[in-house]
């Protein structure tokens, strides 16, 4: 008998706390509705151009997306698949990857406006050097044109990807923003 009252006690307690923190949250809330509100907050770097954000800030309950290193589609089944002309010069490469990079996005119901961070590497070695220029020209197809909501960014050059045609992977996290 004994065990049962133990048993019951400990049912009833846990149930007050739960019904404690409820009553806590839903208070929180009233007092504080913006609370369940997300916002994303972009910083741009002063007095400059520059198509990327110096800072992005994720607020509140925010959905938010992590989505892997994408390569680049192949363009020239005829090349060696695992040679760049299989997939192109950096441009092409870096069109290619935030091309399959907006169709994830889109497919969970986001954009590439949704993008708050991005990590883009290029190859760069002393036989091919990183093309910095021609990844930008292929970046702002897609970001700081008619797409003004810029991501935090990185850009690292990098001895080799998975496929030596590879010279571009990007990843990106995004966040679903309520308040758009």
Avoid: W
Wanted: proline fraction near 7%.
């Amino acid at each position: 008998m004994r065990t049962i009252a133990i048993f019951q006690t400990e049912k009833q307690m846990r149930f007050r706390t739960i019904l404690t923190l409820g009553t806590l949250f839903a208070g929180a809330l009233t007092l504080n509705p913006s609370a369940a509100c997300a916002d994303v907050v972009r910083y741009p770097i002063p007095n400059s151009t520059f198509p990327i954000a110096q800072a992005v800030q994720v607020s509140g309950n925010a959905a938010t997306y992590y989505v892997s290193g994408q390569v680049p589609p192949v363009v020239s089944k005829e090349a060696e698949p695992t040679s760049p002309q299989a997939y192109g010069d950096t441009k092409t490469q870096t069109i290619g990857v935030l091309g399959k990079i907006k169709g994830i996005l889109e497919g969970l119901g986001l954009g590439m406006g949704d993008v708050v961070k991005m990590q883009v590497f290029l190859v760069h070695d002393a036989r091919a050097p990183m093309d910095f220029k021609a990844f930008m020209e292929g970046y702002t197809q897609f970001f700081g044109g008619n797409q003004p909501n810029l991501p935090a960014r990185s850009v690292v050059g990098v001895a080799a990807l998975a496929n030596p045609g590879f010279l571009v992977e990007i990843e990106v996290i995004a966040a679903r923003d309520p308040n758009r």
